[in-house]
């Protein structure tokens, strides 16, 4: 991890170098470094802080057997389908 004094430095450096150009594009550039520098620090997690842990449980889950229901109608004869 690179620590947060580094990159406080580094953004110092950047800025100091926006302030002083007059070019448009190095200022724009420098700008954009201090950019990446904060996102990097933003992103880095330090070791002391707490990081929240997901606990995945497995779930069983039984399998369910459907039973065939027989439909009852007033014209049917019987369960097969060739019964009319």
């Given at each position: 991890?690179?620590?947060?004094?580094?990159i406080f430095m580094q953004i110092d450096k950047q800025l100091q170098q926006a302030k002083i150009t007059g070019n448009e594009?190095?200022?724009r550039?420098?700008?954009?470094?201090i950019r990446a520098l904060c996102d990097l620090a933003l992103e880095s997690v330090p070791s002391t802080s707490p990081?929240?842990?997901?606990?995945?449980?497995a779930v069983s889950i039984a399998p369910t057997i459907q039973q065939p229901v027989?439909?009852?109608?007033?014209?049917?004869?019987?369960?097969?389908?060739?019964?009319?």
């Open positions: 991890m690179i620590s947060y004094e580094h594009q190095t200022k550039e420098a700008l954009a470094a990081q929240a842990s997901s606990v995945v449980q027989a439909l009852k109608e007033d014209d049917a004869n019987g369960e097969s389908l060739f019964d009319f």
